[in-house]
């Protein structure tokens, strides 16, 4: 089982930059891949990033192409997610995932949520 704390969320400005971190507890954390998914208002949960479990490979949902990047620590047992040129539009709380094997893009594919970290992007 793996139990994920998300971290870094806060107020910005647009156009600012923020970091969230997931720390991940468990020894195998390298045996899951790892995906950051948001939550507006109103809106279902969305996924954002995804990373398989060696960080070689990664995926993205358009919005956030270019401005956005995940990355992982497995020494550490931290993935990250570095937001630049933030909108307002990017306002949600930010989940991150985990899934035992293969990357995945779905949210019912993720085996393991954090509780989440809320991100506001002022205008």
């Known amino acids: 089982q793996v139990q994920l704390v998300e971290s870094g969320g806060g107020l910005v400005q647009a156009g600012d930059s923020l970091r969230l971190s997931c720390a991940a507890s468990?020894?195998?954390?390298?045996?899951?891949?790892m995906g950051w998914f948001r939550q507006a208002p109103g809106k279902e949960r969305e996924f954002v990033a995804a990373?398989?479990?060696?960080?070689?490979?990664?995926g993205y949902t358009d919005s956030v192409k270019g401005r956005f990047t995940i990355s992982r620590d497995n020494a550490q047992n931290t993935v990250y997610l570095q937001m630049n040129s933030l909108k307002p539009k990017d306002t949600a709380v930010y989940y991150c995932?985990?899934?035992?094997?293969?990357?995945?893009?779905?949210?019912?594919?993720?085996?393991?949520w954090g509780k989440g970290t809320l991100v506001t992007v002022s205008s």
């Open positions: 990373i398989n479990r060696s960080g070689s490979s990664t």
């Open positions: 995932a985990a899934r035992l094997g293969p990357m995945g893009y779905d949210r019912n594919a993720m085996d393991y």
């Open positions: 468990g020894r195998t954390f390298s045996s899951y891949a």
